[in-house]
């Protein structure tokens, strides 16, 4: 009996352990791809499916939340029928890099949110 007890221990602890570090990948990749306007998931795909065909843009940096995209990056404006199902990307431009599709905002051309 206290073999199974110590075994059923050993399991919850093994288990209890997995959790937070699993947890904590999702928050970094969170972290790194969301800027300062909020996009759900499901919003998430649709944008990468419809503007995820655009052609690349090579940028010698890595591109990171917050950074300023180089002038030589030709922005493009997020598409009205894109903006009529997800109002907050309004007024945003965008590139795609990498497979992703990056939100600038055209103004100051900071990246806001990188859609993986």
Do not use: C, W
């Not at 073999?3 to 997995?18: P, S």
């Not at 903006?83 to 905002?105: A, H, M, Q």
Request: charged share 15%; hydrophobic share 40%.
């Amino acid at each position: 009996m206290m073999k199974v007890l110590m075994i059923a221990t050993a399991t919850a602890i093994g288990l209890l352990a997995a959790a937070p570090a699993g947890a904590q990948t999702s928050v970094t990749t969170t972290t790194e791809t969301t800027g300062s306007i909020t996009i759900a998931p499901e919003q998430r795909t649709v944008i990468h499916q419809r503007l995820g065909t655009a052609k690349p843009v090579t940028v010698k940096e890595k591109v990171t939340v917050g950074m300023a995209v180089p002038s030589t990056v030709e922005l493009q404006t997020v598409p009205d029928t894109i903006v009529t199902d997800i109002p907050s990307v309004k007024g945003y431009s965008y590139f795609v890099y990498n497979d992703d599709v990056v939100l600038v905002d055209p103004k100051t051309r900071k990246v806001v949110t990188i859609v993986e």
